[in-house]
């Protein structure tokens, strides 16, 4: 592994590493803090009038960035370059890319059953539920659901994974030791998922505004602003601005997720295997 390849690992696990990225879909105005309030307003209000087409290229788009954000959560922890074994790296991130889609086409199809059942209790009961608000809803969830299950996964099978085994064979000895170590588990999944969403909310109410209010007093701008929507080119814009936006939001939320993620080690079901690991090098 290459010096560069090396760095660029660390950067990526730096702004996609354990459960970093969960914030944006606890809190979302952790995200809109960084885009202008004015020019959002013009571009969702453009999005959902004149522009209204475009919306499922949005969701598609949207959808895409999600699914390459756990893709890269998953190959800064399965490429790490401290314990080397190639073929098991390689499998390992093979499996999990097509365990990826196969619970994207189960998660979508959950969508359209709710989407049908919408329809149906519309047209003959004359029930109208809020669909965009529970889809948006739904989303948010399961968006914060999928990037702390990686991350625990990840977090449960890096002992074995260190040790050689590829990730199938890594979830099958820790399905096997979870019986031995339940509680164990459910204590450090527990704190885990608790620390994660207290240091969000710690993020959302402290940091954020901590730094704006900072980068806002030392002169700087720290708003990034959305184009008009009026056509394809500028809604491929306005994207690439929400994905820089969610670099933004992960790279300040880096150092209290290496935090909440030490803390919680403490309590790792594998400390004793990590640490005995780590001493041998």
Not at 239 to 268: D, R
Request: hydrophobic content about 55%.
């Amino acid at each position: 592994m290459t010096t560069l390849h090396k760095i660029l690992i660390r950067i990526f696990s730096l702004l996609f590493g354990d459960f970093n990225g969960v914030q944006v879909f606890l809190y979302p105005m952790s995200l809109f803090y960084w885009i202008e309030t004015e020019s959002f307003l013009v571009a969702s209000s453009g999005l959902m009038t004149s522009q209204k087409f475009y919306i499922p290229l949005v969701v598609f788009l949207l959808i895409l960035i999600l699914m390459g954000t756990l893709a890269m959560k998953n190959f800064c922890a399965l490429v790490s370059d401290k314990y080397p074994h190639p073929e098991a790296k390689k499998t390992s991130f093979i499996q999990t890319v097509i365990g990826m889609h196969k619970l994207l086409l189960l998660i979508l199809g959950g969508f359209a059953l709710i989407f049908l059942a919408t329809a149906l209790l519309n047209q003959f009961y004359g029930l109208s539920l809020p669909l965009q608000t529970i889809n948006l809803s739904l989303a948010r969830l399961l968006s914060a659901i999928l990037i702390l299950y990686y991350a625990l996964r990840n977090s449960w099978t890096q002992p074995y994974r260190e040790q050689g085994m590829d990730l199938r064979k890594a979830l099958a000895e820790v399905r096997r030791d979870y019986g031995q170590k339940q509680t164990s588990y459910l204590l450090h999944g527990a704190l885990y998922v608790m620390l994660a969403v207290v240091f969000s909310a710690i993020y959302h109410l402290v940091f954020v505004r901590g730094t704006y209010l900072v980068l806002t007093v030392l002169g700087v701008d720290p708003n990034l602003y959305l184009a008009v929507p009026s056509g394809l080119v500028t809604l491929l814009y306005d994207i690439f601005v929400l994905f820089v936006a969610m670099l933004i939001s992960n790279l300040l939320f880096a150092p209290l997720v290496k935090l909440a993620v030490h803390l919680a080690g403490k309590f790792h079901p594998h400390r004793h295997i990590t640490s005995s690991e780590a001493a041998n090098g």
